[in-house]
């Protein structure tokens, strides 16, 4: 059974540094896309971030550009999402995502929560 | 950057109506990269639909995807208890639509 679980959620001041990380199982953790999306309070989905299956290649939307960092250990099958210089807009529920579908995630996690706040 | 724009915003409907969601992208896109996603308060988010007519693994058939270019519908034919819920288009396994609430009438 596939499964993605995430962790590392809390309470930061902005500014602050967080990382939150997913464990996967039931699939070849190598050989998939994953994702980060989040949800604000009240707010829809926004994607934030992918990693390859290699890690050689990852994308963010530009509103963390240069403040987050998804890594992956392969070895591990988890994901991680290293996030820095955190601000009050980026509370939110995380999700890490498998990307299994042609251009779709189709496992997703329970979700992380991340409140910035002083 | 393809904005994705849904509507209506909340649809009110009974159990066993047709529900008729749009997802409106800002320039065409590929039905290639249309996804359509389930979420209720608490839970995982759900794909239903990838390349905007291919239904996911254990979807029901009353959930189906249509469109092209810049105009993407999502259709449940007959509203199921467990259907209300907010449901979201995204392009090119990136950016998502602001989302439609179908709520219960």
């Known amino acids: 059974e596939v499964q993605v679980v995430e962790s590392g959620g809390g309470l930061v001041q902005p500014g602050g540094s967080l990382t939150l990380s997913c464990a996967a199982s039931g699939f070849t953790f190598h050989d998939y896309w994953m994702t980060w999306v989040r949800q604000a309070p009240g707010k829809g989905l926004e994607w934030v971030a992918a990693?390859?299956?290699?890690?050689?290649?990852?994308n963010y939307v530009d509103s963390v550009e240069g403040r987050f960092t998804i890594s992956r250990d392969n070895a591990e099958n988890s994901l991680y999402l290293q996030m820095s210089s955190l601000r009050v807009e980026d509370t939110a529920v995380y999700y890490c995502a498998r990307a299994g579908a042609p251009w779709a995630f189709d496992y997703w996690g329970q979700g992380t929560r991340v409140t910035v706040s002083s | 950057e393809i904005v994705l724009t849904q509507s209506p915003g909340t649809l009110s409907l009974s159990p066993g109506e047709r529900a008729t969601l749009s997802c409106r992208a800002s320039?065409?896109?590929?039905?290639?990269?249309l996804a359509w996603y389930q979420h209720k308060p608490g839970q995982a988010p759900r794909l239903l639909i990838y390349?905007?007519?291919s239904r996911a693994t254990g979807i029901p058939d009353r959930f189906r995807g249509s469109g092209s270019g810049t105009d993407f519908t999502l259709t449940i034919s007959r509203l199921e208890p467990e259907d209300f819920a907010v449901y979201y288009c995204q392009q090119e396994a990136s950016s998502f639509g602001g989302g439609t609430k179908v709520e219960i009438k």
């Open positions: 990693i390859k299956g290699d890690a050689t290649a990852k």
């Open positions: 320039q065409s896109i590929s039905s290639t990269y």
């Open positions: 390349g905007a007519s």
